[in-house]
Structures are given as C-alpha cells and as structure tokens.
C-alpha cells in the first residue's frame, strides 16, 4: 500500500515538472519573439525619449572610466536640447565593434553613428559605408580640429571621420632612476641615446631593465617613419617597410635584447602594453612606451613611489609618431535626417568645453585648438606637464595606413616581428623582409 | 646473529600512512593548480589598485576593500545583466531538455528510416565550430527582425547535438531486458522515457546541464553580436566593460565583477557535487 502510494506521488511529480518545462519553453518562445529590447518611448538607460525628436543609434567601443566619459557626454547632449535623442551602446573593444560593424551593414541593421579605431576608417571608408561629413559639418567646423589628427580621417577627398578619443604613443621616463644613473632625467633623445640609457639602467642581478616595448604595430609603424620610411607605396598597393627602415628598428631592439637593456612583455594586444605599464609603477624597468591614453591611471600609480616623466619618442633620422585612439563616423545608409542629428552631435562633442572635458577626463588629447587653450586643460598642463608631451608631439605625426584588411596584416608583421625578438638568429632584414611578405599576401589575397 | 626482520602490523601501517599521506599531498597540489587563481581573483577583488601590481606579488590585501563590489555593481546595469544571465542560460537550458531528450530516444531506441543519416547530420553539427554558423544565423535573425530580443539569444541555442549524442549514448546502455519488460507493463512511450530512461541516464543529463548552464552563463561572443542595447545583454558583457582600454586597468574592480560572474556557477556547482558523485555512481543492472 504505502509503496503504491508512493510511486504514484513520484509519478506525478515526474509528469508535473515535465509538463512544467513545456510549458516554460512555450511561453519563452512567445515572450521572446513579443520582448523586444527597442522601444520607442525610452532608451536602455530608461532617459525618456523627447516625443518628435530623431533618435539616433551611437555605437562606442571604450569600457570602464573611459566609457563613463562618453555617457556623461551624451547624457548632457540629450538633456540639452529635444530635437535630437542618441542611444549609446557599448560594443566591445574596437576590434569586437568593428566585426558587429561589418555584419551589421550587412545584415542593414547598422547605427547612425560609430567609433572607429583610425586605422579602421580605411577599411570602412573604401567600402564607402561612411558619409560625407563636408555636407553637414562647415570648412570651419572641420578646420577646428588639430591638423595632426585629421590625418585618417579623409577618404577620396572626404571628411568621412572626426577625432574624437585620440592619443600618441609617448615614453615614459622613471625620472628618478634616470638621475641615480647620472642620465639626463629627461629622456633620450635618439635611437643612440635610448640605447646607451637602456644599458646603462639595467641591472641584470635586480631583474630591472632599461627599457621595454610592446612588440606592436604602432611603435614598428613609428620605428619606420623616424627612418623617414613609409609603410605603404603611395598606390596603397605595396608594402615597402623593409627597405625603408624596417630592418633598422628590428636591428635596435635586437642589440638592446642582446645588452641586456631591453624587455619584451608577453601577451597579445593590450596585455602586453598591460605589462609594460605595470613593470615601470614596480620599477622593473626605467623606460618604457605605451599610449598617452595610459598618464591618468600612471600618474595616479607613480605618486610617492617615483617621478613620472614623459618624453618625445627618440627621433631616428627625423621625430616621428603614428597616431592612435578612434574617430567618429557616420554611416552611408542612414537617412538624411539621422545624417544631420548624427553630424550635431559630433558638433557638440567637438564644441571647446565638451572637448576639454573628456580629454581631461581620459587622458586623451584635445581633439581641437581652441580646447587646448580651455581654462581647464591650461590648468592641467601647468599641474601635469606630462600631459603636454603627446600634444607636442602631433607636428610630427604621420598618416597610418588606412587599407581594406590593415589589421590583419598588422597581426602577420607581428608575428614575424616576435619571432625575430625571441630568436636573435634571425637578421633585422630577414625578419623585415618575412613580415613584409607574410603582410602582402594578405593585401594581394584581398584585391 | 642475524634477525629476521618480519614486518608487523606496525609497519604495515606506517607503510600504509606513508602511501595515503603521499596521495593526500599529490591531490592537494593538484587541487592547488585549480583553487589557487580563484584564489588569486578572490583576493584580488579586495585589494586596492596598487595592491593589484605590486612587485613582489602578494596574496592578502592590507585592508579589504568590498568598496570594489560596489564599483563594479554600479558600473553599467549589473542588476540587468545578472536577470539576463540567468533568464537566458535557464530557458536555453529548458528549451534544450525539451528537445534533447525525445530526439535521443528515437536515435537510441527506435527504429525508422533515415535513422543513420539524421544521427550523422546531428554529429554534423557537433563537428561545424560556431563560427562558421554565426553569420547565416545573424543574417537570418535580422530578415525576422529579431536581432536584439531575447529569442535571438535562446532560439538559435535550443536544440544541442552535444546533448543529443551524450544522451542517445546513454540511452542506449539502458540493457534492452529493462526496456521490454517495460513495454511487457504497458508503459508507454512518454512513461518510459520519463521513468525508466531518464532515471538510468541521470548521470548524462546532469553533466549535459551542467555543461550547458556552464557554457551560455559564459558566453560572451554570441552575445554581444546578436544584441545592441543593454537591457539584454548578460554578465560577461558587464564584466568587459570594466576594461580601461588603452589605460591602466582596475583590476580590483574587473575581479570583484568576475567574482559576481562566477560565484552562482560555484554554488551551484557546490550544492549538486553532491548529486553529481550519486549520479555517477548509479548504474542501471548490478
């Protein structure tokens, strides 16, 4: 009896939870197809959408204190007037926004407004999926921003890209140690003087090295033009850094590694610039390169342990530096309206307060003239020198290769780039040679 | 004179104590490799952020600081994100059940034509990688209108060749005597799936949920390509936001946020090792 009774409970319940999972998968596929995310009378942050105003979609590819900055931003944008409404979403870093990109012009599902690492203004350029900014915004607006970083954002003529979180790589000198070696505490000024300094820093029993660079596009890029080379034939059709000093940055970092004055940090992308800024806080290295984007959090990090010290990257033949950060662009396929919208508030972004703000903010350049002379910024500069050196270095920058698939060429370069750090067997002008190779196959695969 | 040296009890013992003491040690420093980064993440999310690179490393923060907590849940919409997480990976998890387990019946134990070549298609799809799929099921989505909903990120995951093959093999070591002596009692088919398949495959079904729950809590890829806003996004979604690019990262905050991430996969992890050694120890005919 109570065995009977008790397999009848268990097979109801059994029925009961069966019935309970149908159930639950039925009214999933119903609230999913109803539950869209986009509706029209508030945006994902819950702000109420002004009724008649055009809504744009901004997509942004810059997390954590960074990112807050651009919602402080649009958020003020929003407020400020009831014409336009911008919907900001984060998309990933700029390579994962990059992709959704690609598949969402495809798909024609794009937004109005997007954030493109400058060396992707080409790929999307070409393609001509980006607007001609010159029909909304005046020669006036355009020649506000700083000549230096207008450098990726024409296509054919156009203004297709406005600055917008923009940086140059720069060096950071541990100042301190540089006077306890008896060295000019602000930093060397040439490929010879980084060389002598990085050896004379390092102390192999300690484990401290002069200097450190991730091994990456941007600082071979700059290595390059300080030789007065170029990346690219004019044609865009030709890689030509090996004969034009490619082999001669190969040849430094080889004989720095071989000193024992300079470090390789591991890791791919953004780890390895990760490295390189947290051996110079713990003071395992003296010198190092990575973005000026990096001086807020290394300022922060250095105080009471060093004096923090930026410099010019050391001249080759000529001072030189790539660019770097992304530009603002507005998408082809948008309607002439949201082009409009879309075009005011980049306007506003640019406008001197907004400007001041977010570099302050970031750490990123001031994007136009009249923002460097902002109240704030000045303040800044007097506090922070350190944050003049990218600024500064702009009358030296030069255009980065703006092609159809630069990034994964970069990714061969790379990786023959590592393999001549790792294996000093290799000479500076085979390793140049290889990458540049490895980096025309994928440029010939694609035309 | 010599000895005769016969081990006693005492030494047997001893010799015994050596060799579970030396298995202990073994499965400690194993166990080590795999506690010890959570450990690390742990800790980490109560440093400061110049705790987080000090040279030398150190394991224990000087004062802990929940604040980081804080930070992180603060930092876009984690209360969002969290529902999201586990709304998504639960009605995949539903949906999956749901059309796992009769498939895996009738590749186990039934008989019809086409039976071979629909099984292989099956393992097909546990052969093509996800990336190769991505793009017709993105584009697919967007001709229905349906990017940015929940259904793109439940649908699409609905049914599981991995589920559908673990199961089916499972189901097929259930002895045939039990399944005929079943049908003998008139259980239906519905009946003997439900109890008398189901209860023997128990090990199978909970590894697959596991691994399932475990692999869409997870997921970041399909994710952000198949969302636009936030107010579906999920967790890991979160947590990458709280990367500075190009700056000095918080890695306090960007591990209490992993913390948030991972902490309900350990408790549940925790509260079914329990049923899991059970379920793996059950087996059909002794």
């Known amino acids: 009896m109570g065995m009977r009774t008790e397999a009848m409970r268990r097979r109801r319940t059994t029925r009961l939870s069966i019935a309970a999972i149908a159930a639950l998968a039925a009214a999933l596929a119903l609230a999913g197809c109803g539950n869209r995310a986009k509706d029209t009378q508030s945006d994902s942050s819950g702000a109420a959408i002004p009724k008649g105003a055009t809504v744009i979609d901004f997509w942004y590819a810059i997390g954590g204190r960074n990112g807050e900055g651009v919602v402080k931003l649009v958020d003020e944008f929003n407020a400020s007037q009831s014409k336009v409404h911008v919907k900001a979403t984060y998309q990933g870093d700029y390579y994962a926004h990059a992709t959704k990109l690609q598949a969402a012009l495809v798909a024609k599902n794009q937004p109005d407004v997007v954030m493109l690492e400058i060396a992707q203004v080409g790929q999307f350029g070409y393609s001509k999926a980006l607007a001609d900014l010159g029909k909304y915004m005046t020669k006036d607006e355009i020649g506000k921003f700083q000549e230096g970083l207008l450098k990726n954002s024409y296509i054919d003529g156009k203004f297709v890209a406005a600055p917008f979180n923009r940086s140059t790589p720069i060096l950071y000198v541990n100042k301190t140690m540089l006077k306890e070696a008896g060295l000019d505490p602000a930093g060397p000024k040439d490929w010879n003087e980084l060389r002598t300094y990085a050896k004379k820093l390092s102390n192999k029993e300690k484990g401290v090295y002069g200097f450190e660079v991730p091994i990456d596009i941007w600082f071979f890029e700059a290595g390059v033009f300080q030789k007065n080379g170029k990346i690219l034939s004019e044609d865009g059709k030709k890689f030509v850094f090996a004969e034009e000093g490619g082999a001669e940055i190969v040849r430094l970092w080889q004989q720095m590694i071989r000193e024992g004055g300079m470090k390789v940090p591991p890791g791919q992308d953004y780890n390895a610039w990760d490295v390189a800024a947290s051996d110079l806080i713990t003071q395992k290295v003296a010198m190092m390169m990575i973005s000026t984007a990096s001086l807020s959090g290394l300022i922060a990090q250095a105080e009471g342990k060093f004096e923090l010290g930026t410099a010019f990257l050391p001249a080759g033949e000529i001072f030189a530096t790539p660019t770097g950060g992304a530009n603002l662009a507005v998408l082809e396929k948008s309607d002439a309206k949201s082009k409009q919208a879309a075009a005011a508030f980049i306007k506003f972004l640019a406008s001197k307060d907004k400007a001041a703000f977010f570099s302050e903010w970031t750490g990123y350049m001031p994007v136009t003239t009249e923002a460097v002379q902002a109240e704030s910024i000045q303040a800044l500069y007097s506090k922070h020198p350190q944050y003049k050196t990218a600024l500064d270095q702009l009358q030296y920058a030069q255009t980065r290769p703006m092609i159809k698939g630069y990034r994964e060429m970069t990714v061969k370069i790379q990786e023959e780039l590592k393999k001549a750090m790792y294996d000093l067997s290799i000479s500076p002008e085979e390793a140049a040679r290889n990458a540049q190779a490895a980096a025309q196959a994928v440029l010939d695969s694609i035309e | ?286």
């Open chain 2, 1 to 286: 004179m010599a000895e005769r040296i016969i081990p006693g009890p005492g030494a047997r013992s001893a010799a015994r104590l050596a060799g579970s003491a030396l298995r202990a040690a073994i499965l400690v420093a194993i166990s080590a490799v795999f506690v010890f980064p959570f450990l690390w993440m742990l800790t980490t999310s109560f440093k400061t952020l110049g705790e987080t690179i000090v040279f030398p490393p150190r394991l224990l923060p000087e004062s802990w600081k929940p604040e980081n907590y804080e930070l992180a849940w603060k930092n876009g919409r984690f209360p969002t994100y969290l529902f999201n997480s586990v709304f998504i990976s639960l009605s995949i998890l539903a949906c999956q059940l749901v059309v796992v387990v009769p498939a895996a019946y009738a590749f186990a134990c039934r008989a019809f034509a086409g039976k071979k070549l629909l099984f292989g298609l099956v393992l097909c799809g546990l052969m093509i990688p996800g990336q190769a799929t991505f793009l017709p099921i993105y584009l697919l989505f967007s001709e229905l209108g349906l990017i940015d909903t929940y259904a793109a990120l439940i649908a699409p995951m609905a049914a599981s060749s991995f589920g559908i093959f673990l199961i089916a093999q499972s189901f097929r070591q259930v002895p045939l005597e039990i399944i005929e002596a079943a049908r003998l009692d008139k259980a239906g088919t519905f009946k003997l799936i439900a109890r008398i398949l189901m209860p023997m495959a128990k090990p199978a079904l909970i590894t697959f949920a596991l691994f399932s729950f475990i692999a869409h809590w997870n997921d970041y890829f399909w994710t952000l390509s198949m969302t636009t806003s936030d107010a579906i996004r999920t967790l890991p979604i979160g947590v990458a936001m709280l990367k500075n690019v190009e700056n000095v990262k918080s890695w306090h905050v960007i591990m209490a946020g992993n913390m948030i991430l991972v902490a309900p996969i350990l408790a549940i992890y925790l509260l079914a090792s329990k049923y899991i050694k059970t379920a793996f120890t059950y087996s059909g005919v002794k």
